[in-house]
Structure formats: structure tokens, C-alpha cells
């Protein structure tokens, strides 16, 4: 049985640019031993997938206490590394954000994603670099090889032809973060090949994007230079889809 050191240490190991990490995500026990089965090499859960699959809406609108139940399960039905959505951290103050990561380990994940989108727009760069840098404080303490996904919302939300003027921005943030001790860019909302391609060059954290629907992407991510494909909410719009029209079919008058 791998110890959560040798997960963290394996997953680590397969953030490869031009050789993606493709993350099928899941959002419970039942969901991540099915994406296991399917030859997955690591498991991410998805917060909205999470929230929508437990009655709440995303954002934190999870309670967190149901949120590290729900992990803690998940890490108990795989033998595969697990990494966890923990949003903007759950918590006001970077000490919040430390004792979220705290529990997330103790709950068997060995990596997370936190992301700098707030409410009102980005949180400032040096302020979220603080957030992240207590969150690598926690780590240390417990699991050191902790992978902390940093998530920028620069490009989610906005409008497609401003996306280059935002990608100077984003390596800035992106650096202040890696000097803070994240281990991985995530960019959702950037779809623009070339400035993927632009962003994975000069980006000094391996970078994730986002797939907006549930078609491979591995191949066209690779010769971009990507590290780590996620695939968010689209495995939960999949599975339910596919249950709705199950359900339909059942119920048709004989």
C-alpha cells in the first residue's frame, strides 16, 4: 500500500509538460472508483460537482466539515493520489486557509487547488501569495510534497479577446505564486491555443487548463506544452445527463 508521502510524491511526478495529467474529475467515493477503473492515475474532485451532487451551490457554499467527509471517503475508495478542491480556502485569513489544508491531509488528500477569483474579482496578487504561503507552512508540518495547484481567475468569466492582454498578468501572478510555494498554474476559461502554448512556455509552474466539455484533449494539449488537463463539472453534466435520459426511457408507458 503506497503511504500518502509516495501518492504525493507520484503525482508530482506526473505533472510533465507535453505529457499531460488528464483529471477525470470526480465528486464521491462511487464516482472516483469508477474513474479509477478506467485507468485513471489520479483523482480530483470538482467543487461544483460536489456542491450540485450534495444540494448546494458552488463558491463555498458547501458546508466544509460535508466537504472533508466527502474526501475522506473518497481517499478510502482508491489507492490512487487524490487531490481536492478547496476553493478560495475557506476562510478569511491565510491562518483559515492553513488549518483548511491541515484537515484536507488528515483527510488523505495530497493536493488541493485554491483559487484567487472572489466575489468582487481577483483577490490582490500579493495577498492571495500570502494565502498560499500559509497554506505551504501546513504542508510542511504534515505531508511536504503537498501539490498546491494555484488557480488564477483571470480568464474565466471574461470576454475571449481580451485573453492577451491578460497573459502578462497571469505570469506575474504565477511567479509571486511559485515564489510563495505553489506547485502548478491552473488557468480556467483560457481556450485560446496559442496563448495556452504562450502561457505554458513561460510559465515557471507547470500549467493546467480546463476542458469546457468532455471531448480528449490530451493531444492537442501536449503539443501546446501543458501539464495537466482538468475536466471540472463536465463529468457530473455527463453522468446526470445520462441518468435523466435513463430515467425518461424507464418511465415511457409500456
Known amino acids: 500500500m503506497p503511504t500518502q508521502t509516495d501518492k504525493a510524491q507520484r503525482f508530482h511526478s506526473l505533472h510533465i509538460a507535453g505529457r499531460p495529467l488528464i483529471l477525470f474529475n470526480a465528486w464521491d467515493a462511487g464516482s472516483a472508483a469508477a474513474v479509477a477503473r478506467a485507468g485513471a492515475q489520479a483523482i480530483a474532485t470538482g467543487s461544483w460537482s460536489v456542491a450540485a451532487a450534495n444540494g448546494y451551490p458552488d463558491g463555498e457554499g458547501l458546508p466544509f466539515g460535508l ?29 483559515a486557509v492553513a488549518a483548511s489544508v491541515a484537515q484536507a491531509i488528515a483527510a488523505g488528500a495530497i493536493g488541493c487547488n485554491l483559487e484567487d477569483g472572489i466575489d468582487t474579482g481577483l483577490r490582490a496578487t500579493g495577498e492571495q501569495a500570502a494565502r498560499i504561503r500559509a497554506a505551504r507552512g501546513a504542508a510542511q508540518e504534515s505531508l511536504p510534497a503537498f501539490f498546491i495547484n494555484a488557480r488564477t481567475d483571470l480568464f474565466l468569466g471574461s ?22 510555494g505553489a506547485d502548478g498554474l491552473f488557468v480556467p476559461g483560457l481556450a485560446d491555443p496559442r496563448l495556452i502554448a ?27 506544452g501543458v501539464a495537466r488537463v482538468s475536466y471540472g463539472p463536465q463529468p457530473y453534466l455527463l453522468a446526470m445527463r445520462a441518468l435523466e435520459a435513463a430515467a425518461r426511457e424507464a418511465m415511457q408507458p409500456a
Open 67 to 95: 466537504s472533508m467527509a466527502n474526501l475522506e471517503r473518497i481517499c478510502a475508495a482508491t489507492d490512487l493520489p487524490v487531490t481536492v478542491d478547496l476553493e478560495r480556502g475557506y476562510g478569511a485569513q491565510p491562518s
Open 159 to 180: 470576454d475571449p479577446a481580451t485573453h492577451a492582454t491578460l497573459v502578462d498578468e497571469a505570469l506575474s501572478r504565477a511567479a509571486a505564486y511559485a515564489a510563495a
Open 198 to 224: 504562450q502561457l505554458a512556455a513561460a510559465s515557471p509552474l507547470p500549467l493546467n487548463v480546463m476542458a469546457a466539455d468532455s471531448r480528449p484533449l490530451a493531444g492537442r494539449m501536449a503539443e501546446l
